[in-house]
């Protein structure tokens, strides 16, 4: 089984963020990663993700109208957020644009 790995830099309303697709034949596992937290695929534990400290939300997906791409994943929602992403003032519902403009 072999992973091909992608990364792509967009931009926000403060900077650049760093997207990375880890990319198996039939998975993905996508993140958009900013100075203070990231968004990531469903497949990522808010939870554990707090425990480290880090802001965290999850960007809408689902098998039947996965993100598949980083073009994609930015143009989504944020659906789910740790308490760390909702101290920054992040909701959900924002679009993933905005929620990473929060989390400079």
């Not at 931009?11 to 900013?34: D, I, M, Q, R, Y």
């Not at 497949?43 to 939300?57: K, S, T, V, Y």
């Not at 980083?70 to 760390?84: A, C, D, F, H, P």
Request: aromatic share 6%; proline share 5%; glycine share 10%.
């Amino acid at each position: 089984m072999s992973i091909k790995a992608i990364t792509k830099s967009f931009p926000v309303s403060k900077g650049l963020v760093e997207g990375a697709k880890l990319e198996w034949e039939s998975f993905s596992l996508l993140v958009l990663t900013a100075p203070k937290g990231f968004l990531a695929c469903g497949i990522f534990d808010l939870d554990a993700i707090e425990r480290f400290g880090l802001p965290c939300g999850i960007v809408e997906s689902t098998p039947d109208n996965p993100i598949g791409t980083l073009e994609r994943m930015v143009t989504r929602k944020v659906v789910k957020l740790n308490g760390k992403a909702r101290a920054l003032g992040i909701v959900e519902g924002e679009s993933a644009i905005s929620a990473l403009g929060k989390m400079f």
